[in-house]
């Protein structure tokens, strides 16, 4: 089974733009989180999608926007970008929404510039 | 919600000598508890994880132990080698609220 895949794997954004960072979960998997990973502060969760819903949102704010389509595939938004948002944004899929082990993908890695 | 506390930050052991990482958790509902390994440059990986209905698991030289009285569990690792040396997460889970990820501990095995 392919694992989750994240795109793209690198990007260099400047302060101001936006940014769309797309996951595809493991095939069956029908949820997907997002989780911010920055030094010092370990994974700090963004949202959760299952069946095209948002299930779960993390303190983070309206900036970050996300959504899941009907074959599971996420993407993620970030807009007007940052400095402090730099950081590696990793998706995650399990079969089912919360209490089960999760997948990570590579990550995303975003530098705000 | 919940939060996990995660100790220490930084680990460092001889090879062959064991590790232990602690984390205690908040919420009393919370029922599942997996640790997760990242090494450098690479995604978090599942390595152990333990239910509330469980008070320890093993796995080769890897372990975990939960005491629910007291919110907290640990990782243990033994016999430890170079390829132990990687970042470690504990997490935990309640309801249907997602996994709550404690801030690491980068253990480091010195050969």
């Known amino acids: 089974k392919a694992g989750v895949t994240q795109t793209p794997r690198y990007l260099i954004k400047t302060r101001g733009q936006q940014v769309t960072l797309s996951c595809s979960p493991i095939s069956g998997h029908r949820s997907v989180s997002w989780y911010q990973q920055t030094p010092g502060q370990g994974l700090q969760f963004l949202f959760e999608y299952f069946s095209e819903t948002q299930r779960n949102k993390g303190n983070f704010p309206g900036r970050f926007s996300g959504r899941q389509f009907s074959n599971s595939r996420s993407e993620m938004n970030v807009s007007t970008l940052e400095l402090g948002d730099s950081a590696l944004y990793l998706c995650a899929s399990s079969p089912i929404l919360s209490g089960n082990t999760i997948y990570f993908g590579e990550g995303s890695w975003l530098t705000v510039v | 919600g919940e939060n996990v506390e995660q100790h220490p930050s930084t680990l460092s052991v001889q090879e062959g000598d064991s590790a232990v990482i602690k984390c205690t958790y908040s919420?009393?509902?919370?029922?599942?508890f997996p640790w997760y390994k990242q090494e450098l440059g690479k995604r978090p990986q599942l390595i152990i994880d333990?239910?509330?209905?469980?008070g320890e698991k093993k796995d080769q030289r890897i372990a975990v132990t939960l005491n629910k009285t007291a919110k907290h569990f640990s990782l243990h690792i033994t016999e430890t080698q170079p390829e132990d040396s990687a970042v470690y997460f504990c997490a935990s889970h309640s309801g249907n609220t997602p996994l709550v990820f404690g801030k690491g501990t980068r253990l480091s095995v010195i050969a």
């Open positions: 919420d009393s509902a919370s029922n599942y």
């Open positions: 333990i239910r509330s209905n469980v």
